[in-house]
């Protein structure tokens, strides 16, 4: 397979992993489907208003149970990860899933993508499709890096015995690209969750030499006094939105880090309920809503990887007493000879002004699209993936 050559200075000795289910555990899916219950109308699941406020509308779960009992083909999303090259590597406690495309170029610059919550590497291989299509492994500028994180995936979860968060990730994630032989520099760019995974690698790893982020939530004001001093009508709107997830839209992540047991054990119980859960966030969260199959991908990765219940733990950091505010920690600031970059989109959850982005870091790129959202690689991966190419030509030279 093109793409598949490890790096000759690499110390990790990777396997090639393919992605399956059995037949019988299809089988299994497609009955337990079939049985899940539809629960009742009511005023909310009926109602068309504002669908932040009154979450999933119980006509689009009908229709989609049936398409997924009916009509949605697993197997054809199994051969779609496996037209791509996968590895699996034991680092510490964790076994790493990671999707890659490997440069034959002598100078090919190490890119990681960092994923969070409820993606998936999924979000990464419309960016890969592209960069196949515009570039050969021979002349690809860059080393793609798409790992499962740690809980997620095809990735193994979280030690049983401890405690487990994202500096953990941080950690898993840079002896994955030094054991990948690029212990000399490497980029790491993240979004939701993957975007504190980047800001730790960035803050406290010498190899990571820069972080771009499309998404950086907590960043600190810079005038409190008048938090709009200076901000274009587009940020402004950003804000209303953000204000509008701080109030209404985070409930889904109170319960993640506050109740992560009951949580993860409801939603194991029934691929309608997880469905229910997630197909909301890629309605809500996006530009324009995802394909339906698009959506029934990444929630039928999580049901057969069991992934819901071992993913959700970096939410006790970010949804507790004393909430972890790492963008705006000045210990992870990214600072020179090391270098920052970012990507505004508008419908983004919570879009942060490119002002406050600037308190958390040398800030040497930016670009704002007049279009995206949260999931804004699966959403725009043109887009996503040109960012891609201009931040690291842009970083690498200097």
Known sequence: MSYDSIPSKA??????FTAHVSD???DDFKQLLKLSKLGPKTY???NNNDERYLGIKREWLADAKSHWETKYDWRRTENRINSFPNFTVKIEDINVH????FSKKSDAVPLTLLHGWPGSFL???GVCDVLKEKYSEDDLPVHIIVPSLPGYGYSSGPPLDRDYTVSDMARIIDQLMTGLGFGDGYVSQGGDIGSFVSRILGGQYNACKAVHLNFCIGAPMPNRDDPMKGLSDVEKRGLQRAN???TLGNAYGRMHGTRPATIGLCLSSSPLALLAWIGEKFQVWTDTDPTLDEILDSVTLYWFTESFPRAIFPYRQFFSAQPALLHADPKLKIEKPKALGYSYFPLELAPVPKAWVEQTGDLVWYREHTEGGHFAAMEKPKLFAQDMEDFVKEVWKK
């Open 123 to 125: 979000e990464f291989l």
């Open 11 to 16: 110390t990790l000795r990777p396997e090639t």
């Open 98 to 101: 990671f999707v890659a495309l």
């Open 244 to 246: 509008d997830f701080n």
């Open 44 to 46: 909310e699941n009926q």
């Open 24 to 26: 019988q555990e299809l």
